[in-house]
């Protein structure tokens, strides 16, 4: 399996900028990663997503030109840069993974972290 942890959550002011990191470790290569996030009283939401080699990617049309998912898998790590955040970002944002293609949502998705808390105020 996939062991995956967040970090790069905090509390930031509306329009600054953040990135959360995605440290992986455990099973073989090749799996997708996604980006979700989970405000209270809400479900969760995708957010981003990438293929392993990078080539492909998709945005929740909220972040689109705001947010931006990358990974290096030399180190294992994936990241969510967020810039320009609202107060409507605020959440708790798991990062995600699955074999077997990509996905948009959650329940696809077998390996989860443990989630990072992003706050934005306004």
């Known amino acids: 399996q996939v062991q995956l942890a967040e970090s790069g959550g905090g509390l930031v002011q509306a329009g600054d900028s953040l990135r959360l990191s995605c440290a992986a470790s455990?099973?073989?290569?090749?799996?997708?990663m996604g980006w979700f996030r989970q405000a209270p009283g809400k479900e969760r939401e995708f957010v981003a997503r990438?293929?392993?080699?990078?080539?492909?990617?998709h945005y929740a049309d909220s972040v689109k030109g705001r947010f931006s998912i990358s990974r290096d898998n030399d180190k294992n790590m994936g990241y969510l840069q967020m810039s320009n955040l609202q107060s409507e970002d605020t959440a708790v944002y798991y990062c995600?993974?699955?074999?077997?293609?990509?996905?948009?949502?959650?329940?696809?998705?077998?390996?989860w972290g443990q989630g990072t808390q992003v706050t934005v105020s306004s």
């Open positions: 990438i293929s392993w080699s990078g080539g492909s990617t």
């Open positions: 995600a993974a699955k074999y077997g293609g990509w996905s948009l949502r959650p329940s696809d998705y077998l390996y």
């Open positions: 455990g099973r073989s290569p090749g799996y997708d």
